[in-house]
């Protein structure tokens, strides 16, 4: 998809800014209880919930079972962020920059291929009265144009990696952009086979979750045009699903595909979370017409993929 440089702003009439600068007391007393009861718990309930999955993986977690922070703490464990520079994908309206900054790295630079050119200013002012150490730079730019002669020891992107049309392409490029010892920390989903895979379906009725990879091209079309809102109420509302499906902003893989293609660009997930979805799996065991419906339709995916909701993967380079 090609966006022009000039797009309409799509940044937000307020922004809370402070609410992420902090964490809040609620976050605190759940990442508390993840780390002490309920990761241990999952350890033993989901050991062999998925067994398809053709790759190593630590956890498997239901769906938004790794709080945001506690994804950054994973990450600054492995390699601490202090005065490094990160490459921020997808970073929107620029909120989730200042999350970072607990973590002191000397330079973030984000990019998305949306104009959030307002929030951006705001974002840009409220960093340099909380906190000078860490410089910041936001534009609009697809990740393809970004020069490889810039050097980063972190990429990182959360709900990107599920939208690059061209996956495999953007790899090689990161790889470049990526330094010998970096990370990429990447968090991707929903899955496109899973339920609510292209970010819309089932956001009238719950039954509809798998309309875009049962329904016939023509009956698909109607069923978004019936239920699409206007650009602004799409990104404000439902986080811009309604444009991604107009632009066919999907790269449409299965859990597999995404661990075979980074291994194909020499990267290797040295930590791997598994996310799956209760409401594509209660759907799907309680109809197995529609089960059957999905499979018959989708001949080369398993029945996981069904709920396989997300994955969050710690990449390196294979030296």
């Keep these: 998809m090609k966006i022009k440089k000039n797009l309409l702003d799509v940044s937000k009439d307020y922004i809370d800014l402070n609410n992420h600068f902090k964490n809040s007391t609620r976050n605190i007393i759940r990442d ?3 780390k002490i009861i309920r990761k241990n718990f999952y350890k033993i309930i989901y050991k062999n919930f998925f067994i398809n999955q053709k790759y190593k993986f630590d956890l ?35 909120l989730d920059v200042i999350s970072w900054l607990r973590f002191k790295p000397k330079y ?11 929030s951006w ?12 150490y860490t410089k910041v730079k936001l534009y609009q730019k697809d990740i393809l144009k970004l020069k490889t002669s810039k050097k980063f020891d972190f990429i990182i992107s959360d709900a990107v990696f599920e939208h690059l049309t061209k996956l495999d392409k953007t790899m090689k490029h990161l790889c470049k952009m990526l330094k010998k010892d970096g990370m990429i920390y990447s968090s991707y989903g929903p899955l496109w086979y899973c339920f609510g895979g292209d970010h819309f379906s089932g956001r009238d009725n719950l039954k509809n979750g798998f309309n875009h990879i049962i329904l016939k091209k023509k009956n698909y079309k109607e069923y978004v045009n019936k239920n699409i809102k206007s650009l602004k109420e799409e990104i404000k509302n439902f986080g811009a699903g309604g444009l ?17 293609i980074f291994k194909n660009n020499n990267l290797f997930s040295v930590y791997t979370i ?12 309680n109809d197995k ?8 339709k989708n001949k080369k995916i398993d029945m996981e ?4 909701k997300s994955q969050i993967v710690y990449l390196k380079k294979n030296e």
Aim: glycine letters at 6%; one cysteine or more.
């Design 108 to 118: 973030i630079e984000g990019v998305d291929l949306l104009n959030y050119s307002s």
């Design 289 to 296: 017409k529609l089960l059957n419906k999905i499979l018959l």
């Design 32 to 34: 508390l209880l993840d």
């Design 121 to 132: 200013l705001k974002i840009k002012k409220f960093i340099k009265k909380k906190q000078s």
């Design 274 to 285: 598994l996310e799956f979805c209760p409401i594509g799996l209660e759907l799907i065991n």
């Design 305 to 308: 993929d069904c709920y396989l």
């Design 60 to 94: 498997v977690l239901p769906s938004k079972g790794f709080s945001p922070l506690s994804r950054k703490k994973k990450l600054d464990s492995l390699k601490s962020i202090k005065n490094k520079k990160i490459l921020l994908l997808g970073c929107g309206d620029g």
């Design 244 to 260: 991604f499906v107009k632009k066919n902003l999907f790269s449409k893989k299965t859990g597999n595909t995404y661990m075979k």
